[in-house]
């Protein structure tokens, strides 16, 4: 069975800080997609990034960056100099094959609470 | 249209009482999802449907719960016999390949 940890479950961070959500997976299959997105108030599930498991290379886009360690099995997301609009819901999660498509299997979340 | 389009998206209604929530994929979306944002229970993923093959229903939690999707397009999710428990975010999400999914605002059921 897959498996996705998000072992914090709330974090809070002053305008400006630099604030690392982990995330931890478990899998046997070989080829996978590790994904975030991102919930904010509104509720509706933003994505942000997808990775594929044969690509390790770390990745930057503007103030976030993505540290993918399959050694660790660990895919932890930075958000440098936050932001109050970065207050949200980040969900890890990682694709399930199943008959040749996929299902998303999701971490519980990681709340960021950025106060100014 | 731009989005996954879902309605309503706020439901109360009484336990006991049938419930159907709909989802407008982005046109031309073969494939579309229906996942349950659950208090403590995080997103669990409910059914699936691929063009018009026959649906992957192993998520879907109880026999009251059905799902279909007509046309190719519109999908309703339909819960017989609300029960407490079944109150949660149900979020539909469609996608044109495996592994890109874009997910609409959700509907939140509320059972009383």
């Known amino acids: 069975a897959q498996k996705v940890t998000q072992a914090q479950t709330e974090i809070s961070v002053v305008e400006k800080e630099d604030v690392t959500l982990d995330c931890v997976y478990e899998?046997?299959?070989?080829?996978?997609?590790l994904f975030w997105y991102k919930q904010p108030p509104s509720g509706e599930l933003v994505f942000l990034i997808r990775r594929n498991s044969f690509d390790e290379q770390n990745e930057i886009s503007g103030r976030y960056s993505w540290n993918f360690q399959k050694s660790t099995s660990s895919f932890n997301f930075t958000i440098t100099a936050s932001q109050v609009v970065d207050s949200a819901v980040y969900f890890c999660a990682l694709s399930e094959a199943r008959r040749g498509y996929s299902t998303l299997t999701f971490g519980k979340g990681t709340m960021l609470l950025v106060s100014p | 249209g731009a989005g996954v389009s879902q309605s309503p998206s706020n439901k109360v209604t009484e336990k006991g009482k049938d419930v159907e929530l709909r989802c407008d994929p982005i046109s031309g979306h073969t494939a579309l999802y229906w996942y349950r944002q659950s208090l403590g229970q995080g997103l669990e993923f409910l059914i699936y449907?691929?063009?018009?093959?026959?649906?992957?229903k192993s998520g879907l939690p109880s026999d009251r719960f059905s799902a279909e999707r007509t046309g190719g397009s519109v999908s309703t999710l339909t819960i017989q016999r609300t029960q407490q428990e079944d109150s949660a975010v149900y979020l539909c999400a469609s996608s044109s390949s495996d592994y890109g999914y874009t997910f609409g605002s959700g509907t939140r059921l509320t059972v009383v």
């Open positions: 449907f691929q063009g018009n093959s026959a649906p992957d």
């Open positions: 899998t046997r299959d070989t080829t996978y997609y």
